[in-house]
């Protein structure tokens, strides 16, 4: 891993705080002389020791991670009916599946495009599989209209999702 100027100054920032904070008292008797002294032995052991930055880059990354993924867990909670349980959105599969996969999308995504085949192998080999399908334009002007499209379909759809699916599989399928 290559050492970035700005995680560096970030890292001594962090390591500073985490070495200094419990001796600020201390260090505000220090005189300039021997603050000075300390920072240059702090300074050389960086410089014998840049591993050390590594390992607190890779620390504050997992930190900065883990409570990435504890928000998102939270946010989920907090929005799951609305989330797993819509009456607007389609259910593909199993609708009483023991799991539940749910797809954000946008027609205009190549992502999503090209994951359309395995969420249908997913459906065709696992008949416990229930997936939530929400409508997600966030790609333009064009994506809000065959959203729109789709959403309208949906609500004329009386086959259970039936026609949704083949409309939703040709706007795949299909150029633009």
Request: charged fraction near 25%; glycine fraction near 6%; proline fraction near 4%.
């Amino acid at each position: 891993m290559a050492l970035n100027p700005r995680r560096i100054i970030i890292a001594l920032f962090a390591l500073v705080l985490a070495i200094g904070a419990p001796l600020i008292a201390i260090a505000q008797s220090f005189t300039p002389e021997q603050r000075g002294e300390i920072e240059k032995i702090i300074r050389e052991y960086l410089l014998r020791n840049p591993e050390l930055l590594q390992e607190v880059i890779g620390e504050m990354d997992k930190r900065q991670a883990d409570a990435a993924a504890e928000k998102m867990r939270a946010a989920v909670a907090e929005h799951r009916e609305a989330i797993f349980n819509s009456k607007r959105h389609v259910i593909l599969g199993n609708p009483r599946g023991d799991v539940t996969m749910v797809e954000f999308f946008d027609y205009n995504c190549g992502y999503c495009k090209r994951a359309m085949a395995d969420m249908m192998d997913l459906i065709k080999n696992d008949p416990k599989l229930r997936i939530v399908l929400k409508e997600f334009p966030v790609l333009g002007e064009g994506s809000t209209q065959a959203a729109l499209v789709a959403v309208a379909l949906h609500m004329q759809d009386r086959t259970a999702g039936k026609k949704y699916l083949d409309f939703h599989q040709k706007m795949y399928n299909g150029r633009g």
